[in-house]
């Protein structure tokens, strides 16, 4: 194993498991270090016992580096992947399996903290087809959103990497604000040339029950959108990113849901840990009203994609068959 990639697969296991940001960093950043030098100055240094004087490399870094030049696989990367391993019941291991790409994903275009190359290869390595890469739309300033003009420059970017990656695909597409009146936060003709939208609502999350459920119809009624983001917006785990918890939006399930029913948007299963959205009753009242799902990673970095074992096993529970799901598909959507 190069060290390269053990620092990368260490940065990988801390995130999936939700370990502190400052942790990843310093492995992701260690790894960065380590790409632009040259592998017979690296054994140098670690004779030497030199590698910490690199910017970037601590002590614990520099002991992974060392065991890897060493053809070991490093002390720390063992004790990981002996502790990584989540139980899945039968029907969620068989969802999982099944899925064949993730539609929603994040990187450091918007809130996300890696560049796309780095999410796609993560993607990639999990035994993915395909990754679609969402940043965030314009209105969401506080996640670095994508202005119509850095939308089109990103869908160019893509376009340019999909060679290089073939035959896994990166796909273009976009977490598009749902505005407090159902409009899209995104230009039309942008939202044309996409290969997946997710509308979200991030604002004014404590409307009205009527008015939301208006709001999120108007939404899914638009031709351009192919998935509800995290319907509820909840948040159920306090600390990480969004910090305090947050109440469930209230609106008309039925009627939204029928609405996805009606118009073939899916209804995301969202599979942060900190979302877990839709809660299980709704999740089951989307499935009996025959409703079809997107389980989603919502990554925002790389280790964060194997975190769709979280929605496929609230799925299982509900009963929802891998027939059901989009992303068991190489591309479902039309």
């Not at 999990?126 to 990103?154: C, F, K, M, N």
Request: charged fraction near 25%; proline fraction near 5%.
């Amino acid at each position: 194993m190069e060290p390269v990639d053990a620092l990368r697969q260490i940065a990988f296991l801390l995130e999936r498991a939700g370990e502190p940001t400052y942790r990843v960093r310093a492995f992701r950043g260690a790894a960065k270090v380590v790409e632009d030098l040259p592998r017979e100055e690296l054994e140098e240094r670690a004779l030497a016992e030199t590698l910490t004087e690199l910017p970037g490399v601590g002590k614990v870094t520099a002991l992974a580096i060392t065991e890897a030049l060493a053809g070991q696989t490093p002390t720390y990367l063992r004790r990981l992947e002996a502790t990584s391993g989540t139980d899945l019941s039968e029907a969620a291991a068989r969802l999982r399996q099944a899925l064949k790409g993730d539609l929603h994903s994040h990187t450091t275009w918007s809130d996300g903290g890696s560049p796309i190359e780095e999410m796609a290869e993560a993607a990639r390595a999990i035994g993915h087809s395909y990754l679609t890469i969402t940043d965030h739309s314009p209105r969401l300033t506080v996640a670095r959103g994508l202005s119509a003009e850095r939308l089109a420059e990103q869908i160019e970017v893509i376009e340019g990497l999909r060679e290089r990656f073939a035959p896994f695909e990166i796909r273009t597409g976009i977490e598009v604000d749902i505005l407090a009146d159902g409009s899209l936060d995104q230009d039309p003709a942008l939202l044309a040339r996409l290969d997946c939208v997710v509308a979200s609502v991030h604002s004014a999350l404590k409307m009205d029950a009527e008015e939301m459920t208006r709001r999120m119809v108007a939404a899914v009624a638009n031709p351009h959108v192919d998935v509800l983001g995290h319907c509820t917006g909840r948040i159920v785990q306090a600390g990480g990113r969004r910090g305090g918890l947050r109440a469930e939006s209230r609106f008309d399930a039925e009627i939204v849901f029928e609405a996805c029913r009606r118009f073939g948007v899916a209804v995301e299963i969202n599979s942060r840990p900190d979302r877990l959205d839709p809660p299980k009753r709704l999740l089951r009242l989307a499935y009996e009203m025959g409703c079809v799902f997107a389980i989603d990673s919502d990554a925002h970095a790389p280790g964060q994609l194997d975190w769709l074992v979280y929605g496929c096993e609230r799925a299982a529970l509900c009963g929802v068959e891998p027939e059901r799901v989009v992303n068991t598909g190489i591309w479902p959507l039309s």
